[in-house]
């Protein structure tokens, strides 16, 4: 059974950065594209970025746009999100997604099939 696995998360303050990584564990898939997804304590989870696989398009949430990258790396099989400039209103469980069924659109949660288990980011004042 293929899983993703996100790792990169942690403590950062207001202002920071971090890198957030993710890679299929137990096999490989044949991603479409990769997204990222993150969801706050009380809140829904909401869509972040996400890039197509073979094309490299990305695609941004209108909250992290020009602080968020994400890029893949073909030879790792391996999806990061840059983040900078980093807010308290980024603290959240970000998830990764990967969506190897053809459906329109990337920023919906039902575009996507596999699923990791989340990685923690918390921001301090």
């Known amino acids: 059974q293929v899983q993703l696995v996100e790792s990169g998360g942690g403590l950062v303050q207001a202002g920071g950065s971090l890198r957030l990584s993710c890679a299929p564990s137990g096999g490989i898939l044949d991603s479409i594209a990769m997204g990222w997804f993150r969801q706050a304590p009380g809140k829904e989870r909401e869509f972040v970025a996400a890039?197509?696989?073979?094309?490299?398009?990305?695609t941004y949430a209108d909250s992290v746009k020009g602080r968020f990258t994400i890029s893949r790396e073909f030879a790792k099989s391996t999806v990061y999100l840059e983040m900078s400039r980093l807010d308290p209103e980024d603290t959240a469980t970000y998830y990764c997604a990967a969506k190897t069924e053809l459906r329109v659109g990337l920023t919906g949660e039902d575009k996507y099939d596999y699923w990791g288990q989340g990685t923690q980011v918390t921001v301090s004042s």
């Open positions: 890039i197509t696989w073979h094309g490299g398009s990305t």
